[in-house]
């Protein structure tokens, strides 16, 4: 089973562009975990036969979202964090608006695991939302994750908007303190981490030079000067299950690329 994740910057113009078809010819997922559509269902012309889907858009139109599609009827599939999760943290207190409010949060359970796509909310350049992300919506998404994890095990996916350490961005020195490289947003993943959550694509893979994500400007993406900020992160019980865990940066049509997780059961 192959499970794609995706940062589409908007699901119309990756279309636009042409290239939505051909990501899905050339990596064949069972399941593709999208984040940032930016679109309610009936604004995209999404027609993917042998797929269900499943769309959360945000009460704002044409921001943020989350789509996953799957070739396996799941059992059950939950959009946003549950309520008594977003009333217990306060997610509705924010100056932004009420970030469970954003379409941010897809949980589908399959049977032998969950699996959640997630578009974490961005810090800001002028790191305005990070006391709501660290102090409110990381806690709440850790806390939904440890809920789902004692009935069976968890995969969770999608652009976390942090990266994690040194070797997960190409500028580790110039960007410490900024949005996306705080202490506080590196703090939030490692909770993930010390939950019980492993870090997959390091299960295979060292070092830095791995990106997911890379500014329009200057050609970053042409250099190779990017972030690690999308992930794959799996109960330590599901370990035993994958066989590989990608960075698909050859596919192109957003500011992000793919990233894939190939479970065996």
Not at 116 to 144: C, E, I, M
Not at 233 to 259: Q, R
């Amino acid at each position: 089973m192959r499970i794609v994740s995706w940062n589409v910057n908007g699901i119309r113009a990756v279309q636009r562009k042409g290239l939505f078809e051909p990501f899905l010819a050339q990596l064949q997922p069972d399941i593709v975990c999208l984040q940032e559509i930016k679109a309610e269902q009936d604004q995209a012309d999404v027609n993917l036969d042998g797929y269900v889907e499943f769309w959360h858009s945000a009460e704002k139109k044409g921001y943020s979202g989350t789509a996953l599609f799957s070739k396996i009827e799941p059992l059950s599939v939950t959009t946003g964090l549950p309520t008594r999760i977003a009333n217990k943290y306060e997610l509705a207190d924010d100056p932004y608006g009420n970030s469970n409010a954003e379409g941010r949060v897809i949980t589908a359970e399959f049977d032998n695991f969950f699996l959640v796509t997630v578009y974490t909310p961005n810090a800001k350049g002028d790191l305005s939302r990070l006391a709501h992300r660290h102090q409110k919506w990381d806690p709440a998404f850790l806390a939904h994750v440890k809920a789902l994890q004692k009935k069976k095990p968890v995969a969770f996916c999608g652009d976390l908007n942090v990266a994690h350490t040194e070797d997960d961005l190409a500028n580790p020195r110039e960007n410490r303190g900024k949005a996306g490289f705080t202490t506080e947003e590196r703090e939030g993943i490692q909770k993930l981490l010390d939950a019980g959550f492993v870090d997959t694509f390091r299960l295979f893979t060292d070092g830095n030079g791995h990106y997911t994500w890379w500014s329009n400007f200057s050609g970053a993406r042409a250099r190779n000067v990017g972030w690690r900020i999308d992930y794959f992160l799996a109960s330590k019980n599901l370990v035993p299950h994958i066989t590989h865990a990608e960075i698909h940066d050859d596919i192109m049509g957003s500011d992000h690329c793919p990233v894939s997780l190939t479970l065996n059961f």
